[in-house]
């Protein structure tokens, strides 16, 4: 059976449908509450951050990537067009040939349409272009606010935009109790767990639409009634169904929908539907997110197109320098622990991995989460976002009381984060405080072709990176993870040490000092070595193989000069005095150093007897040892047998200023490769006494709560 689309009937009832919204928006003024009673103002004055914090460009920036969003958008409706009309056959019914295009191309009209948002000003790209690899397109807000503004400007959330290639591979969150740890999920957070939907890259896409801080509908059901006027209607209908609108809108729906949320107080559901009316609704915003998933798992966003997929089917050499960087990446550098790449892992300097490739088509990481202490960055808006809006909408009323917990603060449902939807979840919150997604790593440099790097002095195309955005560079956080706890010291963003100079030989200390990674942190690697992880971590940005989709679209400026090493440092802002953190954000104050309880159980460990100092140690290979020692930061290291098991394993430090009461204890999680022969674990202990002698012994367990058994003998240091 051939389906004709009705595109003459539908889109004149579609343009009918929006003159009559247009005309209804025209008469409608937006009154809110602000700090004087009776006045009015316009959300574009929403403006409480100080002096830095919103780059100069901000405004011209903005409309920029709206220009550019209209040439996508323009350029996906005549893909759309160019569609054969689509045959509907087989049980289940399919659409036979046209299928596949046509939901991916529904996906891009969605992704790329800015009336999906209260004021018409912003889509889903304005935070995700493809030049970017689909994160954050404006140069001046990866440098400065970190989070991109939503429809109320100035309106910002608290994290960097994540980019969208390859999320569409990350599973449903699982808590794997064997293993002792959470895998998949989507958000930094992973708070789009694909628990309803089953696809977490799904649930992704349903965030921001109704994310006050975001593009900002203040009901789901907004979504549906302005797809419901969209030009591509028919092309949803044609995917979904032509029932799928069938929607009795209350009156004062569009009223409603042109406010951003927030207007609304407590109330999620502002637009008052009948049952059988908000289930249709959510209907619809379901097929919106399985839309937006397919064309994000579509080649023209996920298409292994990079230099290292050619490299893995024989059809292209690494250069001397990105051949060094894989093995680096795979050995020194440990990268492969958590972004993995399908092959083996941990060599050692005169090892090269001779096996078979086992996946060619890797992502690039574990799927789980991980926390590597990166400092806070006072540069992000939200901490500044303590005053009432228009609509007397308060974004963050903790000010920087806030601490980002990530996916802690997800399983406590917590502030800023999403409900948990599993409460067996809860109980493992404080094991994975401060620990965010490991995104894969691929396309994370790709930029625009008129600018060929991330890396000053360029020309260059500014990005950030991790959560926070706190690194401006590749080069930097390469750095980190080489020397983290070699340049640690006791200060925030803003405030290292004369003679030093931050991100160079100064690192502050963690926002969260719990379950802080210590596979990474000293690693030894020379300068040299971390250009040569940058210049591999290059061969992993698509379009090598083929030109990306759409990366032609940037018509912005390149940046030039500088150097790669301090890269944005002088938009440093220094950090306040930090008050405690919130009690509605941590429950009780954050422990100063690692946390003191299992990271499996979330119980207090139990005190084993130590082995006497004639006990044999038939695991210990290397150590104890002392690898740093100051009074904000002690580094115990000891190398072990590999014990196999869980991938993350967490070594244990007992100590005190007594040999026969060891009362402190320290946990530090690292992660382990079944591959490498031997592991080297890294306990941090913080908060010690100057002029003080500790006594200590060391043990280590898989997250599972296995002991492995292997105890060092009690061994001491003393603080000068």
């Given at each position: 059976?051939?389906?004709?689309?009705?595109?003459?009937i539908v889109l004149s009832q579609s343009a009918i449908a929006i003159v009559v919204l247009l005309v209804f928006f025209k008469q409608i003024s937006v009154r809110g509450q602000s700090h004087k009673a009776g006045s009015i103002r316009r959300i574009s004055d929403y403006s409480p951050y100080p002096k830095g914090i919103l780059p100069s460009n901000l405004n011209s920036e903005v409309d920029r990537v709206l220009r550019e969003i209209d040439t996508i958008e323009g350029r996906a409706l005549a893909r759309w067009h160019a569609l054969p009309p689509p045959i509907l056959t087989g049980q289940p019914p399919v659409l036979q040939n046209t299928g596949t295009e046509a939901i991916e191309t529904l996906g891009e009209l969605m992704l790329f349409d800015k009336n999906i948002s209260p004021q018409k000003n912003e889509a889903c790209a304005s935070c995700h272009m493809p030049y970017a690899g689909f994160s954050g397109p404006?140069?001046?807000?990866?440098?400065?606010?970190?989070?991109?503004?939503?429809?109320?400007?100035?309106?910002?959330?608290?994290?960097?935009?994540?980019?969208?290639?390859?999320?569409?591979?990350?599973?449903?969150?699982?808590?794997?109790?064997?293993?002792?740890?959470?895998?998949?999920?989507?958000?930094?957070?992973?708070?789009?767990?694909?628990?309803?939907?089953?696809?977490?890259?799904?649930?992704?896409?349903?965030?921001?639409?109704?994310?006050?801080?975001?593009?900002?509908?203040?009901?789901?059901?907004?979504?549906?009634?302005?797809?419901?006027?969209?030009?591509?209607?028919?092309?949803?209908?044609?995917?979904?169904?032509?029932?799928?609108?069938?929607?009795?809108?209350?009156?004062?729906?569009?009223?409603?929908?042109?406010?951003?949320?927030?207007?609304?107080?407590?109330?999620?559901?502002?637009?008052?539907?009948?049952?059988?009316?908000?289930?249709?609704?959510?209907?619809?915003?379901?097929?919106?997110?399985?839309?937006?998933?397919?064309?994000?798992?579509?080649?023209?966003?996920?298409?292994?197109?990079?230099?290292?997929?050619?490299?893995?089917?024989?059809?292209?050499?690494?250069?001397?320098?990105?051949?060094?960087?894989?093995?680096?990446?795979?050995?020194?550098?440990?990268?492969?622990?958590?972004?993995?790449?399908?092959?083996?892992?941990?060599?050692?300097?005169?090892?090269?991995?001779?096996?078979?490739?086992?996946?060619?088509?890797?992502?690039?990481?574990?799927?789980?989460?991980?926390?590597?202490?990166?400092?806070?960055?006072?540069?992000?808006?939200?901490?500044?976002?303590?005053?009432?809006?228009?609509?007397?909408?308060?974004?963050?009323?903790?000010?920087?009381?806030?601490?980002?917990?990530?996916?802690?603060?997800?399983?406590?449902?917590?502030?800023?984060?999403?409900?948990?939807?599993?409460?067996?979840?809860?109980?493992?919150?404080?094991?994975?405080?401060?620990?965010?997604?490991?995104?894969?790593?691929?396309?994370?440099?790709?930029?625009?072709?008129?600018?060929?790097?991330?890396?000053?002095?360029?020309?260059?195309?500014?990005?950030?990176?991790?959560?926070?955005?706190?690194?401006?560079?590749?080069?930097?956080?390469?750095?980190?993870?080489?020397?983290?706890?070699?340049?640690?010291?006791?200060?925030?963003?803003?405030?290292?040490?004369?003679?030093?100079?931050?991100?160079?030989?100064?690192?502050?200390?963690?926002?969260?000092?719990?379950?802080?990674?210590?596979?990474?942190?000293?690693?030894?690697?020379?300068?040299?070595?971390?250009?040569?992880?940058?210049?591999?971590?290059?061969?992993?940005?698509?379009?090598?193989?083929?030109?990306?989709?759409?990366?032609?679209?940037?018509?912005?400026?390149?940046?030039?000069?500088?150097?790669?090493?301090?890269?944005?440092?002088?938009?440093?802002?220094?950090?306040?005095?930090?008050?405690?953190?919130?009690?509605?954000?941590?429950?009780?104050?954050?422990?100063?150093?690692?946390?003191?309880?299992?990271?499996?159980?979330?119980?207090?460990?139990?005190?084993?007897?130590?082995?006497?100092?004639?006990?044999?140690?038939?695991?210990?290979?290397?150590?104890?040892?002392?690898?740093?020692?100051?009074?904000?930061?002690?580094?115990?290291?000891?190398?072990?047998?590999?014990?196999?098991?869980?991938?993350?394993?967490?070594?244990?430090?007992?100590?005190?200023?007594?040999?026969?009461?060891?009362?402190?204890?320290?946990?530090?999680?690292?992660?382990?490769?079944?591959?490498?022969?031997?592991?080297?674990?890294?306990?941090?202990?913080?908060?010690?006494?100057?002029?003080?002698?500790?006594?200590?012994?060391?043990?280590?367990?898989?997250?599972?709560?296995?002991?492995?058994?292997?105890?060092?003998?009690?061994?001491?240091?003393?603080?000068?």
């Amino acid at each position: 059976m051939v389906v004709k689309r009705p595109s003459f009937i539908v889109l004149s009832q579609s343009a009918i449908a929006i003159v009559v919204l247009l005309v209804f928006f025209k008469q409608i003024s937006v009154r809110g509450q602000s700090h004087k009673a009776g006045s009015i103002r316009r959300i574009s004055d929403y403006s409480p951050y100080p002096k830095g914090i919103l780059p100069s460009n901000l405004n011209s920036e903005v409309d920029r990537v709206l220009r550019e969003i209209d040439t996508i958008e323009g350029r996906a409706l005549a893909r759309w067009h160019a569609l054969p009309p689509p045959i509907l056959t087989g049980q289940p019914p399919v659409l036979q040939n046209t299928g596949t295009e046509a939901i991916e191309t529904l996906g891009e009209l969605m992704l790329f349409d800015k009336n999906i948002s209260p004021q018409k000003n912003e889509a889903c790209a304005s935070c995700h272009m493809p030049y970017a690899g689909f994160s954050g397109p404006i140069p001046s807000v990866n440098l400065t606010m970190i989070a991109y503004p939503g429809t109320a400007h100035f309106r910002a959330g608290k994290r960097t935009a994540q980019r969208h290639p390859y999320a569409p591979f990350f599973p449903v969150l699982q808590f794997n109790q064997e293993q002792g740890l959470f895998f998949g999920g989507n958000f930094w957070d992973l708070r789009a767990s694909g628990y309803r939907l089953r696809v977490p890259d799904a649930e992704q896409a349903q965030g921001p639409p109704v994310d006050p801080l975001e593009m900002g509908f203040p009901d789901t059901a907004c979504v549906a009634l302005r797809l419901s006027a969209a030009g591509y209607r028919p092309l949803f209908e044609e995917v979904w169904g032509k029932g799928a609108f069938d929607i009795k809108f209350p009156r004062d729906a569009a009223r409603i929908c042109a406010t951003p949320g927030g207007a609304f107080g407590a109330d999620t559901t502002p637009v008052k539907l009948s049952p059988e009316d908000r289930t249709r609704a959510t209907e619809v915003y379901d097929h919106w997110a399985q839309s937006i998933d397919s064309y994000e798992q579509s080649v023209q966003v996920s298409p292994f197109s990079s230099k290292f997929d050619a490299f893995t089917a024989g059809k292209y050499k690494f250069t001397p320098d990105e051949m060094a960087g894989y093995i680096l990446f795979n050995g020194k550098g440990n990268c492969n622990s958590c972004h993995l790449d399908g092959r083996g892992t941990a060599l050692k300097p005169d090892q090269t991995d001779t096996s078979s490739t086992a996946q060619v088509n890797p992502l690039f990481t574990c799927f789980g989460s991980a926390n590597e202490g990166v400092p806070l960055n006072s540069s992000d808006a939200f901490y500044y976002e303590t005053e009432p809006d228009a609509y007397g909408f308060t974004p963050n009323p903790y000010g920087f009381g806030y601490r980002d917990l990530g996916v802690g603060a997800f399983l406590r449902s917590g502030f800023a984060s999403g409900p948990n939807p599993n409460e067996s979840w809860k109980q493992y919150a404080s094991t994975v405080d401060g620990q965010f997604q490991v995104s894969s790593l691929r396309d994370v440099a790709l930029t625009p072709s008129q600018c060929p790097t991330t890396e000053a002095p360029g020309p260059y195309f500014q990005k950030e990176f991790s959560h926070n955005g706190y690194f401006k560079s590749l080069k930097q956080i390469v750095h980190f993870y080489n020397t983290r706890d070699k340049y640690a010291y006791p200060v925030t963003s803003g405030h290292c040490p004369a003679g030093t100079t931050e991100k160079v030989n100064c690192w502050p200390m963690a926002e969260v000092a719990s379950n802080i990674d210590m596979t990474t942190g000293n690693l030894g690697l020379t300068g040299k070595e971390e250009d040569q992880i940058l210049a591999f971590l290059k061969t992993l940005s698509d379009g090598f193989i083929k030109p990306y989709s759409n990366v032609d679209t940037f018509t912005g400026v390149c940046m030039r000069g500088g150097s790669a090493v301090t890269q944005g440092n002088e938009n440093l802002i220094p950090t306040p005095p930090l008050p405690p953190c919130a009690s509605a954000i941590c429950g009780v104050a954050l422990l100063p150093g690692p946390k003191q309880i299992s990271a499996a159980t979330g119980k207090a460990l139990a005190q084993p007897t130590s082995p006497t100092s004639s006990a044999p140690r038939p695991g210990i290979v290397e150590g104890p040892e002392v690898e740093v020692a100051a009074s904000y930061l002690t580094v115990i290291r000891w190398r072990i047998n590999n014990p196999g098991g869980s991938p993350v394993h967490y070594g244990i430090v007992r100590y005190g200023t007594r040999s026969d009461r060891l009362t402190e204890m320290a946990e530090s999680p690292i992660r382990l490769d079944p591959t490498h022969r031997t592991v080297l674990f890294r306990v941090r202990l913080t908060n010690l006494k100057e002029k003080v002698t500790y006594y200590f012994e060391a043990d280590s367990m898989g997250a599972d709560g296995k002991p492995d058994g292997e105890f060092t003998q009690i061994e001491k240091f003393a603080l000068r």
